[in-house]
Structure formats: C-alpha cells, structure tokens
C-alpha cells in the first residue's frame, strides 16, 4: 500500500508540475474590465448542479452560465442568483455544488479560470449571497463537493487527480487541511457516509476508494472498480449503502461496512451522469447527460424489489439530464436539470408527473437566416439539418429599426448557410473531431479546428469566393478555403456556436449559439456590431459591445455587466437597467447596423470617438455605479417608535459624476420624509442620514443611489417595529383607505385624434369591481373618474395632485389611465386628454413627467393600470417607430425607483391593446374585472385575489380573448423585496 501511495502521489506532484510550467501555460490575471452576460431568472446554457436545502423548501442549481440559482419548491418561482467570479470562455463554469447541513451555506466548483491557473471553490452563504471563503489548491477543474454530516469539512473532486479535506469554519471559510491521492486519473465524484465512517471517492480510472480517518490520518480502501469510469456517486441516507454509476452506464451497489459489493447490479443505455437516493434509501434514480440518439429517460429503481429492471422510465425531460437530486424528507418529490432548454423541473419521481418547470432565458439559436434588410432566427431542434443546428426560423429581426419585426412567415425569404458552390463543396463527417472537409472538385483536404479534438465543429457556411466560416463549441474561425488556414478568429459566443449565414449580400455574418443569442458581425473587418438575445416570454434585448442598447419593455432586464472584486470577492452585477439613462440609445445600434462600425456611429452621433469602444465594453468601467453601504442600525434591530433614523454612506464608484438622487424606500415605497439630494457637495465617501417612518412589525428599507448615467444595486435593511397587541394585524383586515383614480379618454375635441369606445366606460367598470371587491380590505374606498370631455388638461392634472395628497404611507392606491399616448418631435411623451392638440402637445396635453410625480410622492402602495400603448394616436403620424421606443420607455419610468409604481399594462409599445362590444370595452378590462371579482383566486383558492394571481390571470385571459395578438406586461419597481410583490388586491 506505502508504494502505490507513494506511485500516486509522485504522478500527482509531476502534474502538478508540469501545469506550473511558464511555457505550459501563460498566467492571465482574473478580468477587472466589466463582463457582459445574460442575466435571465434561469439557466442559459447546461446546469450541472441541484441540490435542496435541508429543509426541502429550497432548490439550488448550478451550471455552466456560472450562476447559481435559489427556486421557491412550494411556490414554484425563482427567488434570486448568486454568481462567483467569471472570466471569458468556460471561466467560472460550476460543474458541482454542495450544501451545509444546517442550509446556511453552499459550495461550488467546476472549470476554475484556466487562464490564471487557478480554480477556486467558493463558499456563498445563502442569505446574503456573500462569498464568504475561497479554497484554493485544485490544480485542474473540481468536479464533485460535499460536506461531511457534522457540517465540519468540505471534501472535494478535481482532474488533478487529486481528493482535498477543507475544514469549515461557522463563518464560512476554508482551509485545507489533507491533500490525498488515491487515483491515477479525474477524480469525478465525492461522499460521505453519513454515520461519519468516512467518505467515497470514484474517478476515470475505475476505481472507487473508501476513505477511512485515524489520528488526522486518511487510509484509502479500494473496493471492487467499475467496468468504465465512474461518473456518479450516490449514498444512502440511513445505513452504509452506496450506489455507483460509471459513463458505459453500469450501476453497482456497495455494502461499505464490509466493503463488498452487493449482487444487485443495473444497467442503463448511457453514462449514469445524474444518480439520487431516495429519502427512505429504497429507492434511486438515474438519468444520464450524454448526446445521442434514442430516447433520453429518467429510471426509477427499486433496491428491495427490482429484479434488474427499472420501477419506471419518465421521459419528462426528453433531453440529457445532468443532474438529480431527491427531497430530502418527501418521496414525492425530486428535482432534474438538463435538457435542451436547460430546464429545471421539480417531478414526482413516483409518477413521473411534472409539478414545476424552471426555464430561464430563451433557447439554444440552432438557426439563422439573412435577408437585404432583416435577419432571422430559430430556436427549435431537428427540421432538417442546417451543419448540426435546425432549420426552422420562428423569429425575424429589422436591421434598419433595430427591433423585433415578429414571426417569420416566409421561410424562403431569408438565405441560409452555402455548403456548396461551383467551386467548393464543405462537409463536416466527424463533428467529435473537429474536422471539416474541404472538397475542391476530385480533390479535398481538411480544417482542424485550433483548439483540438475538443473543440468540435457545429456549422459552417461559404462566405466569398475562397472564404468560409466555421462555428465550434468555442468560436467562429474565418477560414482560407486553399490552404484552410485561419485567417480570422471571431469570439464572442460563451458555448457552441450551431449556425450561421450570410446577410445583405455577404456585407453581414450572422451567427446563433447554445448561449441564446443571436450576434452580427462585420463580415470584412471581423467585428461584432451588435448582439440579440430574446426570451421564452418574447421580450428581447440587442446590444453593442460598449453597452448601448435597445430593448423591449422589460427586455433591458435581461443583460448585465459582472464586475469580478478578486477571486476571492463577491462580484458585483448590474443589469443594463440600471444604466437606462445612458446606454438606452436606439439610434446608436440603428447606425451601427447600417454603417457597419459602431466607431463610425459614435462619431456621427457624435457621442464618443474614444478608440477602445469599438472593441469592447471598457468604456463603462469609467462610469459604474455608485454603491450604498448601510452603517446603522444593524439588521433585525427591534425598535418601539414611529421612526428611525437610517445612517448610509454613499460611494460614487469610477464615476466622476455627482449623486443627484438618493431613494429610501419603505417595503417598496419611497420614504416621503426623505428629501432630494444635493449635488453640489458630494465626496467620494459621503455619509447621511435620513428618517423613515415604519410600519407596525417587518419593515424592509432599501436604498437606492444614482447620478446621470447608473443607479446603483439596492441595499436593504430588515427592522422590527415592535407595537402593542391591539396593534397587531390580522389577514385579511381592513388596513388603510383604497383611493381610485380613473381616467379614460375616448373621444377628443381634435379631429385628427382616432376616437377609441372603449376608455370612457372601462374606467368606471373597473372602479365599480374594485369598489365591491375590494372594499373588505380597506377602511374606506375613495373614488374619481375622468370620462372623455370631463378630463381636459386642467381636470386630469387636479385629479393626480388629488390622489397624491390624500394618500398617506397607511393607504393603497389605484390609478387607472386609459386612451391615447403620444411622442412629441421631441422625443417626449404625453397622456392625451380630451382637449389635446397635436400641433401642440405641450400646453395641451398632460406631459408623462406629471404622471410621473404623482406616482413618486404616493408613500403608501401604488398599482398602476395602464392602457395607453396606442401607437397610431394620431392621423397621418410619420414618426410611429420612434414613438414605440418612447411609448415603452414611458411604461419603465413608471416602475423605476423614481416612479415606484407596480404596473400592469394592457400591451407592449409594439402592440395594440384590442377592444370588442362583446367584452364591453378593452379585453384588458374585461380580464382585469374578472379576475378581481374571484376568478383569478387560485393559488390558493383562500377567497384572496392576490396581486400576483391577478397577473397571471390577466396575462392569460388577454391572450386567450385576442388570440395572442396581445400580450399584457407587468413591471416591478427595482428595490421592492420579493416578499413585498404579491399583496391582496380583493377579497370578493
């Protein structure tokens, strides 16, 4: 035993060695510069990682995205994201994940950065999201981690062939403390026993070694190897019982007490990559990750009574699965991740019934088409082969707009890619390998891709007369057809790219990948003009590389920026949202794509010609975010008055900008004692205080800074406003008054206004359903409604400084506002009142900004009802596109934190909201009035419309009554606490 010891630890030290080398591999320090990446509530490429909380009310996933993602079991929602620090291609990839026995703290680890040669196992704790340790010892990617039963060690698996003891302190730092070699290659999987006689290891080279511990020494015990490399490593919950999987898809079951294997054995058609013990430890079940033909199934096996044969086959995936893991008190319950879709699914592994579907972000681009004007995409797998990717093109794209044009309904209008011309002929036989096959009439010879056997080759397409582009797992290579030399190498894509095109007669490149987007470059000069991602609820983003972008209503929500603070720091992220003010430019991507440099765009529009913005996003590493640090009082602290002072300090970041605005909000409400900022004497360490009244018991504040160009992250603070017993609230009760304010303008003094029927009567339907429905909630219900020639200017504006002034921070209010919207040459919005004129909108409609005031001085809780997405107000109007940009913009900036509204509008800026004398006005209305008078209480049916059962209601009744032609949209003002987004709205 000393000599094979000795033999192993030798192999491990000269690997180790060799990946130290200079010349092995250049060092390259962890990126500062902002990193772009989607920032979807789910998985966008392949989850590697589940695993539920001890508890069972929690579902943490992990992939290759380098995210980690919190899901509500109970609820069926996402609840947030933690990320680790990421650099390009696969760094920060998380191939493993484990939890703490008491579910305070998570582990991760997986690909590392291999470029700094460093690869990290962070420790996150679950509450704040802080990275609380680093481990760092791994020479290669860490592909399995647990934590022993008594929460005092973390064991970890890596590729450097190697097993690590950590210990782990309460506060959730690491320190190695064993380094053990017991296998000749990757080490794939780790667990303990959970009577504390050590733990498992299973590696590539067959083996499956027990750990045993003696006076601080670690033995290994070699059981019986698998047939193939083991893959997954599973231990029961009661008793000293193991099951391993191995990748020719063998399942074995060990006895470790006596280190025997036990007879019953299994079999599957693939690798056992995702293995989980059922509660009781009577059970297992097994899924596998690899690509193939043939069906792809999750197996249910019995361990008392299976005689060889699987309890059940569920093909609720359809897709590999990668991962699973089994509630760990509930047999009805077990979680999968996998598939193409990267989904997420909490099952019932006894029936096979799927209870919740997670899927984050859109889907993997398996096509793209290129038109004159247009470009189009597709997210669907297997319509005919396009190189490896599908066919089908579902959705197109207006390259002279810059926006989503829709469904594509003429396939043939869009060219795909060349695999053939009168001179050349490309064909990919052996995608494992890389290779392409170049055919030149009787003769041919081959492109290997660069990076090797591993990179393989997904696309291509001929580009000019001796050029062609070929897409791999990692980037697109513009290729010499002569020589097959590399003449250009195109990165940008984070996973496989599966198809690519020609647009606009060959001036244009445009590519689709597994990471969800779509990215259009600059055929001759190789650079990427702009970037488009859309998800599975059709809002959508497009973006250039220094950050500019335009997107749909909630679409600047879907990208960020990860800002990495060390590899030990937790990262900072921000969506484009937060820097609405200065990167929400549609006429920079329109000039892009039309002039082909996003260089050329920026000195016409004269906006910057600094050098390094054409060629990434550097140029919002000078103006990131403040940042808010709260100093007092100290989370939980109880207090006994009406109010509390709030000490914070404000950070300017990188910007040189002054703070102009500072919000304190109160649950989801902005502090109406909190007064506007001065920015004249702002420091780079600037301290405040402000008062804030509180509510009887939990009271979330959340600060929010911004100057010109960012907002920064909120911060939030939970305090206890401790009050009598009489004081104490019971569900439901009366709390506060309920104001409605309705305004609907359907017929107008200008001729040149389209008339609309239904405003003037959807406001007083709805004021009528609100008023029955929801007066049990309220003390009193107060009321105001504004029909046709009732609301001119002057009336509209008296009826906001009405509502504004009579709720107080105890009441809830409701503001209804339906008709026409339109945008000045200027840019600016205005609600139509009945005595509007278009020639002069500005002295005689209600500027968007006023709206906008009242929905920012209401303390108490604020619901916005919006039906004003009417592109085409006015007759004979030439600038409808602009105004969709501005129409959506004005929908934001009623969610922002300087609106502060929860919003439900009828439809996006791009499309009509509908109305029929069937549904007595607007299909917007009519579902609204039915799912407030009971038919939206579902979740559960507790005789309590909550907000969040009114939206879904809503959303699905419109579509149902316009056939999907319209599309409601909700919008939730950044800063308001999860908890806070659902609230009752009627109790019929």
């Given at each position: 035993?000393?000599?094979?010891?000795?033999?192993?630890?030798?192999?491990?030290?000269?690997?180790?060695?060799?990946?130290?080398?200079?010349?092995?591999?250049?060092?390259?320090?962890?990126?500062?510069?902002?990193?772009?990446?989607?920032?979807?509530?789910?998985?966008?490429?392949?989850?590697?990682?589940?695993?539920?909380?001890?508890?069972?009310?929690?579902?943490?996933?992990?992939?290759a995205?380098?995210?980690?993602?919190?899901?509500?079991?109970?609820?069926?929602?996402?609840?947030?994201?933690?990320?680790?620090?990421?650099?390009?291609?696969?760094?920060?990839?998380?191939?493993?994940?484990?939890?703490?026995?008491?579910?305070?703290?998570?582990?991760?680890?997986?690909?590392?950065?291999?470029?700094?040669?460093?690869?990290?196992?962070?420790?996150?704790?679950?509450?704040s999201?802080?990275?609380?340790?680093?481990?760092?010892?791994?020479?290669?990617?860490?592909?399995?981690?647990?934590?022993?039963?008594?929460?005092?060690?973390?064991?970890?698996?890596?590729?450097?062939?190697?097993?690590?003891?950590?210990?782990?302190?309460?506060?959730?730092?690491?320190?190695?403390?064993s380094?053990?070699?017991?296998?000749?290659?990757?080490?794939?999987?780790?667990?303990?026993?959970?009577?504390?006689?050590?733990?498992?290891?299973?590696?590539?080279?067959?083996?499956?070694?027990?750990?045993?511990?003696?006076?601080?020494?670690?033995?290994?015990?070699?059981?019986?190897?698998?047939?193939?490399?083991?893959?997954?490593?599973?231990?029961?919950?009661?008793?000293?019982?193991?099951?391993?999987?191995?990748?020719?898809?063998?399942?074995?079951?060990?006895?470790?007490?006596?280190?025997?294997?036990?007879?019953?054995?299994?079999?599957?058609?693939?690798?056992?990559?995702?293995?989980?013990?059922?509660?009781?430890?009577?059970?297992?079940?097994?899924?596998?990750?690899?690509?193939?033909?043939?069906?792809?199934?999750?197996?249910?096996w019995?361990?008392?009574?299976?005689?060889?044969?699987?309890s059940?086959?569920?093909?609720?995936?359809?897709?590999?699965?990668?991962?699973?893991?089994?509630?760990?008190?509930?047999?009805?319950?077990?979680?999968?991740?996998?598939?193409?879709?990267?989904?997420?699914?909490?099952?019932?592994?006894?029936?096979?019934?799927?209870?919740?579907?997670?899927?984050?972000?859109?889907?993997?681009?398996?096509?793209?088409?290129?038109?004159?004007?247009?470009?189009?995409?597709?997210?669907?797998?297997?319509?005919g082969?396009?190189?490896?990717g599908?066919?089908?093109?579902?959705?197109?794209?207006?390259?002279?707009?810059?926006?989503?044009?829709?469904?594509?309904?003429?396939?043939?209008?869009?060219?795909?890619?060349?695999?053939?011309?009168?001179?050349?002929?490309?064909?990919?036989?052996?995608?494992?390998?890389?290779?392409?096959?170049?055919?030149?009439?009787?003769?041919?010879h081959?492109?290997s891709?660069?990076?090797?056997?591993?990179d393989?080759?997904?696309?291509?397409?001929?580009?000019?007369?001796?050029?062609?582009?070929?897409?791999?797992?990692?980037?697109?290579?513009?290729?010499?057809?002569?020589?097959?030399?590399?003449?250009?190498?195109?990165?940008?894509?984070?996973?496989?790219?599966?198809?690519?095109?020609?647009?606009?007669?060959?001036?244009?490149?445009?590519?689709?990948?597994?990471?969800q987007?779509?990215?259009?470059?600059?055929?001759?000069?190789g650079?990427?003009l702009?970037?488009?991602?859309?998800?599975?609820?059709?809002?959508?983003?497009?973006?250039?590389?220094?950050?500019?972008?335009?997107?749909?209503?909630?679409?600047?929500?879907?990208?960020?920026?990860?800002?990495?603070?060390?590899?030990?720091?937790?990262?900072?992220?921000?969506?484009?949202?937060?820097?609405?003010?200065?990167?929400?430019?549609p006429?920079?991507?329109?000039?892009?794509?039309?002039?082909?440099?996003?260089?050329?765009?920026?000195?016409?529009?004269?906006?910057?010609?600094?050098?390094?913005?054409?060629a990434?996003?550097?140029?919002l590493?000078?103006?990131?975010?403040?940042?808010?640090?709260?100093?007092?009082?100290?989370?939980?602290?109880?207090?006994?008055g009406?109010?509390?002072?709030?000490?914070?300090?404000?950070?300017?970041?990188?910007?040189?900008?002054?703070?102009?605005?500072?919000?304190?909000?109160?649950?989801?409400?902005?502090?109406?004692?909190?007064?506007?900022?001065?920015?004249?004497?702002?420091?780079?360490?600037?301290?405040?205080?402000?008062?804030?009244?509180?509510?009887?018991?939990?009271?979330?504040?959340?600060?929010?800074?911004?100057?010109?160009?960012?907002?920064?992250?909120?911060?939030?603070?939970?305090?206890?406003?401790?009050?009598?017993?009489?004081?104490?609230?019971?569900?439901?009760?009366?709390?506060g008054?309920?104001?409605?304010?309705?305004?609907?303008?359907?017929?107008?003094?200008?001729?040149?206004?389209?008339?609309?029927p239904?405003?003037?009567?959807?406001?007083?339907?709805?004021?009528?359903?609100?008023?029955?429905?929801?007066?049990?909630?309220?003390?009193?219900?107060?009321?105001?409604?504004?029909?046709?020639?009732?609301?001119?200017?002057?009336?509209?504006?008296?009826?906001l400084?009405?509502?504004?002034?009579?709720?107080?921070?105890?009441?809830?209010?409701?503001?209804?506002?339906?008709?026409?919207?339109?945008?000045?040459?200027?840019g600016?919005?205005?609600?139509?009142?009945?005595?509007?004129?278009?020639?002069?909108?500005?002295?005689?409609?209600?500027?968007?900004?006023?709206?906008?005031?009242?929905?920012?001085?209401?303390?108490?809780?604020?619901?916005?009802?919006?039906?004003?997405?009417?592109?085409?107000?006015v007759?004979?109007?030439?600038?409808?596109?602009?105004?969709?940009?501005?129409?959506?913009?004005?929908?934001?900036?009623?969610?922002?934190?300087?609106?502060?509204?929860?919003?439900?509008?009828?439809?996006?800026g791009?499309?009509?909201?509908?109305?029929?004398s069937?549904?007595?006005?607007?299909?917007?209305?009519?579902?609204?009035?039915?799912?407030?008078?009971?038919?939206?209480?579902?979740?559960?049916?507790?005789?309590?419309?909550?907000?969040?059962?009114?939206?879904?209601?809503?959303?699905?009744?419109?579509?149902?009554?316009?056939?999907?032609?319209?599309k409601?949209?909700?919008?939730?003002?950044?800063?308001v606490?999860?908890?806070?987004?659902?609230?009752?709205?009627?109790a019929?």
């Amino acid at each position: 035993m000393d000599v094979f010891k000795n033999t192993l630890t030798l192999a491990g030290s000269l690997l180790l060695s060799l990946l130290m080398l200079p010349g092995v591999m250049a060092r390259e320090p962890l990126p500062t510069e902002p990193i772009a990446t989607l920032a979807a509530h789910g998985h966008v490429t392949t989850a590697h990682g589940a695993v539920f909380s001890p508890d069972g009310r929690t579902l943490y996933t992990a992939g290759a995205d380098k995210v980690v993602h919190a899901w509500d079991v109970d609820r069926g929602e996402w609840r947030r994201s933690f990320r680790v620090p990421v650099g390009p291609g696969g760094d920060g990839a998380i191939y493993t994940i484990a939890i703490t026995p008491d579910g305070r703290h998570l582990a991760v680890g997986g690909f590392g950065h291999s470029r700094s040669l460093v690869y990290p196992i962070h420790v996150i704790d679950t509450q704040s999201g802080e990275i609380t340790g680093t481990g760092i010892g791994h020479g290669n990617s860490v592909h399995g981690l647990d934590f022993s039963p008594d929460g005092r060690f973390l064991a970890s698996a890596s590729a450097d062939l190697s097993v690590k003891i950590w210990a782990f302190m309460p506060d959730g730092r690491l320190t190695e403390v064993s380094n053990l070699n017991g296998h000749i290659d990757r080490v794939s999987d780790v667990r303990w026993l959970p009577d504390g006689e050590g733990f498992l290891s299973g590696g590539y080279d067959r083996r499956v070694v027990h750990w045993t511990e003696s006076g601080g020494d670690w033995t290994p015990n070699q059981l019986e190897p698998m047939e193939s490399q083991v893959a997954k490593i599973a231990v029961a919950n009661k008793g000293s019982l193991a099951v391993v999987g191995d990748r020719n898809g063998n399942i074995r079951l060990y006895s470790i007490s006596n280190g025997e294997t036990l007879e019953k054995r299994f079999s599957q058609p693939r690798a056992v990559d995702a293995l989980a013990f059922s509660p009781d430890s009577h059970d297992i079940l097994t899924g596998s990750g690899m690509t193939g033909t043939g069906t792809y199934d999750i197996r249910r096996w019995s361990l008392v009574y299976s005689m060889g044969e699987p309890s059940a086959k569920y093909t609720i995936n359809n897709a590999p699965v990668t991962e699973l893991a089994w509630h760990p008190t509930r047999e009805d319950l077990a979680a999968s991740v996998g598939g193409i879709r990267n989904s997420v699914l909490i099952f019932n592994p006894l029936t096979g019934e799927v209870i919740h579907r997670f899927e984050g972000g859109g889907g993997p681009v398996f096509a793209v088409g290129g038109a004159t004007s247009s470009i189009a995409w597709g997210s669907e797998w297997g319509r005919g082969r396009q190189g490896f990717g599908g066919e089908l093109l579902d959705t197109s794209f207006s390259r002279p707009f810059a926006e989503v044009e829709g469904a594509v309904t003429r396939q043939g209008r869009f060219e795909r890619a060349i695999h053939e011309n009168d001179r050349w002929r490309l064909t990919g036989p052996n995608r494992a390998r890389g290779i392409l096959e170049i055919h030149h009439g009787d003769t041919h010879h081959t492109f290997s891709t660069p990076r090797g056997v591993s990179d393989r080759v997904n696309s291509w397409t001929i580009l000019g007369e001796n050029t062609a582009a070929v897409g791999t797992d990692t980037s697109i290579y513009i290729i010499n057809l002569e020589d097959a030399s590399v003449l250009r190498t195109l990165d940008a894509h984070t996973s496989g790219i599966w198809s690519l095109a020609r647009a606009s007669g060959g001036r244009y490149l445009v590519s689709g990948g597994q990471d969800q987007t779509t990215r259009i470059w600059n055929q001759e000069t190789g650079e990427l003009l702009v970037s488009i991602h859309m998800d599975n609820t059709e809002e959508w983003v497009a973006w250039t590389t220094a950050g500019y972008y335009k997107a749909s209503i909630l679409g600047d929500r879907l990208i960020g920026w990860q800002v990495n603070r060390g590899i030990d720091g937790t990262p900072e992220f921000y969506t484009a949202d937060q820097f609405r003010a200065s990167l929400n430019r549609p006429d920079v991507l329109e000039r892009v794509l039309l002039l082909g440099s996003l260089k050329d765009a920026l000195e016409e529009l004269r906006i910057d010609t600094a050098p390094e913005v054409s060629a990434s996003t550097t140029r919002l590493q000078s103006f990131l975010p403040p940042s808010v640090t709260i100093l007092s009082p100290g989370p939980g602290t109880h207090v006994s008055g009406e109010t509390v002072t709030v000490r914070f300090r404000v950070d300017r970041g990188t910007s040189d900008q002054p703070i102009e605005r500072v919000n304190v909000m109160v649950n989801g409400r902005i502090s109406r004692l909190v007064g506007r900022v001065a920015t004249e004497t702002i420091s780079s360490d600037d301290i405040r205080s402000h008062e804030v009244s509180l509510s009887p018991g939990r009271n979330v504040i959340t600060i929010i800074a911004a100057n010109a160009t960012a907002e920064s992250n909120p911060v939030e603070l939970v305090l206890h406003r401790e009050t009598a017993a009489a004081e104490q609230e019971a569900t439901p009760q009366a709390t506060g008054n309920l104001y409605i304010l309705a305004i609907g303008v359907g017929r107008f003094e200008s001729p040149r206004i389209d008339p609309l029927p239904g405003p003037s009567t959807d406001g007083a339907r709805l004021v009528e359903s609100l008023s029955l429905n929801a007066r049990r909630l309220h003390q009193e219900v107060r009321t105001r409604i504004l029909r046709d020639e009732e609301a001119t200017r002057d009336e509209v504006l008296d009826a906001l400084t009405w509502l504004e002034r009579e709720c107080t921070q105890h009441d809830t209010a409701v503001l209804h506002i339906a008709g026409h919207g339109e945008t000045d040459e200027g840019g600016d919005y205005y609600f139509l009142t009945h005595d509007a004129d278009p020639d002069n909108l500005r002295r005689t409609a209600v500027p968007w900004t006023e709206v906008l005031r009242t929905t920012r001085m209401i303390p108490g809780r604020l619901l916005v009802l919006t039906d004003t997405c009417k592109a085409g107000a006015v007759t004979g109007s030439q600038i409808r596109r602009r105004a969709t940009s501005e129409i959506t913009n004005a929908l934001r900036d009623l969610a922002s934190t300087q609106g502060g509204a929860v919003v439900l509008a009828a439809s996006t800026g791009t499309t009509f909201a509908e109305e029929s004398s069937d549904w007595g006005g607007g299909a917007f209305t009519l579902a609204l009035i039915e799912g407030l008078s009971g038919k939206a209480d579902r979740l559960p049916a507790d005789g309590i419309v909550s907000f969040k059962e009114l939206d879904a209601y809503v959303t699905n009744r419109v579509k149902e009554l316009t056939e999907g032609r319209q599309k409601p949209v909700t919008l939730i003002p950044p800063g308001v606490p999860a908890e806070m987004q659902d609230f009752p709205v009627s109790a019929p």
